[in-house]
Nanobody, 115 residues
Framework: QVQLVESGGGLAQPGGSLRLSCAAS????????MGWYRQAPGKQRELVAS???????NYADFVKGRFTISRDNAKNTLYLQMNSLKPEDTAVYYC?????????WGQGTQVTVSS
């Protein structure tokens, strides 16, 4: 089992920034993929960004140039730096990790962008 604990959500103004963190623990592998998904009310969950254990990154078009995904392997922690936030970025953000062929999810953290 792998446990994922997110932190860092909250309220930001349009144009502002937030940083999300996701700490992984348990039976984690050195070969993995991690990422962030988000789900807005009434919408499907969608991929925001992902990163492999080798450091390859992938971003959804709607966050390219604004969000940056990174990880600290020594701390088993994933980050999402979100800049130039827009009201449409408002959603619950979920941390995801694929380990040993299994998928794990965090509990989600609310991000609200509003003036």
């Amino acid at each position: 089992q792998v446990q994922l604990v997110e932190s860092g959500g909250g309220l930001a103004q349009p144009g502002g920034s937030l940083r999300l963190s996701c700490a992984a623990s348990g039976r984690i592998s050195s070969i993995y993929t991690m990422g962030w998904y988000r789900q807005a009310p009434g919408k499907q969950r969608e991929l925001v960004a992902s990163i492999t254990s080798r450091g390859s990154t992938n971003y959804a078009d709607f966050v390219k140039g604004r969000f940056t995904i990174s990880r600290d392997n020594a701390k088993n922690t994933l980050y999402l730096q979100m800049n130039s936030l827009k009201p449409e970025d408002t959603a619950v953000y979920y941390c995801w990790r694929s380990d040993w062929g299994l998928n794990y999810w965090g509990q989600g953290t609310q991000v609200t962008v509003s003036s």
